[in-house]
């Protein structure tokens, strides 16, 4: 037993051929060639028993090009090369950038030299990183037990209600859950579908604003260009990293709420006056017996604290920011909902500022009819109404975050005349390059051919390239007129680099909407935890300044 265990942590660290090579240096015997095939059995194991479609499936939502036809072994050697990295290490293929950003949101300090290296913040994160490389394997050998836990409550139970799944009464998010994943196989078959890497039909009651949300929600880029199976694909690709960082920042969001109501001794809940009581009790959905006296007020709350910090007689813990469930998934998932939607919030923000033609080119890029004559307030709400709604592959819209050079590019290549005039002039601006650059796509789009076919071409080119540098060539007033176009004021004296910011967070708005790709549900998260923090800190009051010296450290953590 203890020599098959060696052997199966051996074969979840190593590739097969790592271990085919160790095991030849030991010799061929048969017995040694036989422990050879029980490691790639385990190292495959999560994939081995997959049908055909299912490993073409893998291979498509990961981009990895396979030839057709192909026979499974085809199949299964490619996804043998790259599983490391899409299933189990996928971080090994970021960039600094976002090596950095999960450092950051772990509250690891970046190394002293290491911020521009990408080996050694690698090497960091793997140090930290959400789970082992056994506990990978082990979960895609069953998706259905996590595939479904970053579904909100209603997608699940929409999912029930389509496939005649009884849901008990009263009804909650574990019962719902529950009786999902066990009926997902069932459901998978009578479709005449597989189950083990699921297909469109998991989510068939999935609108396309639904899976361009649950991207938006969960900080992953909706596609450019976007259609209702890329989004599926893109939605299936990421679930395990959106099921993992959940998992993830409920944990800390619960222990971090332990921390901030272990100040809550009995001296602090005797000082409270009634009112405070009360609102404590209102604020974390603590239920109030009508007519309720004081000591009674104050026995629930010290009940309630007993029960978050698990110092009851069942130990039971629950979030104090609105979860009704001690499982990590449940309480993110009911804490992010509870959390005053703060990505919402500040998109409404940003969008509050921008032009009625701004507001116009966000629902035409969008194809939102636009009311004739409508009022600013009418197109922003009709924005916010579109919030999720993702974006058409290409529009006119599409030039407006490209740079000079390849505005001055794409119009230098078109065989109209007037259009070249424009590319050539010395003194062309910006604003003049896109003019025409829009100009010319509406032309080309309307015509159809090839001249429509070399514009999307380009476009696809082009923002695939720029995709990394966008703003990084702009001038001080190209970023500037960018930024007015959107009704953004600029205050005196700000930096280049600021004014990039502002840019790239202005596009990014209107491009995905509500959130961007670094936008997420772990920061709607970590917002309402943090505002309980508040809350917490300030009712305290002059009972002591220790416990809120305490609230504002753990405040600071996250």
């Not at 404590?280 to 029960?307: M, T, W, Y």
């Not at 005039?421 to 896109?434: G, P």
């Not at 953004?488 to 680099?497: A, E, H, I, R």
């Not at 909407?513 to 809350?535: C, I, N, Q, R, Y």
Request: proline share 3%; hydrophobic share 35%.
């Amino acid at each position: 037993m203890r020599f098959l265990a060696t052997v199966a942590s051996l074969a979840l660290a190593t590739n097969v051929a790592a271990a085919s090579n160790w095991f030849s240096k030991a010799g061929k015997s048969n017995s040694d060639n036989i422990v050879v095939e029980k490691v790639k059995s385990i190292v495959n194991i999560a994939y081995n028993k997959w049908h055909e479609t299912e490993l073409e499936r893998w291979l498509s939502d990961h981009d990895v090009p396979y030839p057709t036809p192909s026979d499974r072994k085809d199949l299964e050697n490619l996804i043998q090369k790259n599983w490391d990295t899409y299933a189990v290490s996928p971080y090994k293929e970021w960039d600094t950038d976002k090596l950095t950003g999960y450092l950051k949101q772990k509250g690891i300090q970046v190394k002293e030299g290491a911020e521009n290296n990408r080996d050694a913040l690698a090497s960091q994160v793997a140090g930290s990183w959400y789970e082992t490389e056994d506990k990978a394997q082990t979960a895609w050998s069953s998706v259905k037990d996590w595939i479904l836990d970053t579904w909100t409550d209603s997608q699940l139970k929409t999912f029930a209600d389509k496939n005649n799944i009884p849901v008990p009464q009263p009804r909650t998010r574990d019962s719902l859950l529950q009786k999902v994943r066990s009926n997902y196989e069932s459901v998978a078959k009578k479709a005449g579908e597989t189950a083990a890497y699921p297909g469109n039909w998991l989510y068939e009651t999935w609108s396309e604003s639904d899976l361009k949300e649950w991207l938006d929600t969960h900080g992953f880029p909706a596609p450019q260009p976007s259609s209702r199976d890329k989004l599926i694909a893109s939605v299936r690709r990421n679930s395990r990293l959106a099921y993992l960082k959940s998992q993830d920042t409920a944990a800390s969001a619960s222990a971090s709420a332990n921390a901030a109501y272990a100040t809550l001794t009995d001296k602090l809940i005797d000082a409270w006056g009634e009112t405070q009581l009360k609102e404590f009790c209102d604020k974390n959905a603590i239920p109030v017996p009508q007519g309720s006296k004081i000591n009674e007020l104050r026995a629930l709350v010290r009940k309630h604290r007993a029960e978050i910090l698990g110092d009851t007689v069942t130990g039971s813990a629950a979030s104090a920011y609105g979860a009704a469930t001690s499982k990590a998934g449940n309480q993110y998932a009911k804490a992010s909902d509870a959390a005053g939607e703060t990505a919402e919030d500040a998109f409404n923000a940003a969008i509050g500022t921008w032009t009625a033609s701004r507001l116009k080119a966000y629902l035409d890029a969008r194809g939102v009819p636009v009311p004739h004559g409508g009022k600013t307030e009418e197109l922003r709400a009709l924005v916010r109404r579109n919030a999720h709604k993702a974006a058409n592959p290409y529009s006119a819209w599409t030039w407006d975050d490209l740079s000079y050079d390849n505005l001055k590019d794409y119009l230098s290549s078109s065989k109209d005349e007037a259009v070249k005039q424009v590319a050539d002039k010395s003194d062309a601006t910006r604003e003049d390059l896109v003019s025409a650059a829009q100009s010319a796509y509406s032309s080309a789009s309307t015509a159809g051919g090839d001249s429509y076919a070399s514009a999307t071409s380009y476009l696809a080119q082009a923002t695939d390239v720029v995709k990394q540098s966008t703003f990084e060539t702009w001038s001080e007033s190209e970023l500037k007129s960018y930024l007015d176009s959107y009704g953004v004021p600029v205050p005196q004296g700000t930096q280049l680099n600021e004014l990039r910011a502002l840019a790239r967070r202005q596009s990014t708005y209107f491009k995905y909407g509500t959130s961007g790709p670094t936008g997420t549900a772990f920061a709607k998260l970590s917002g309402a935890v943090k505002d309980g923090f508040e809350w917490v800190k300030e009712q305290l009051g002059t009972g002591s300044e220790a416990a809120k010296q305490k609230a504002q450290d753990v405040k600071e953590e996250l």
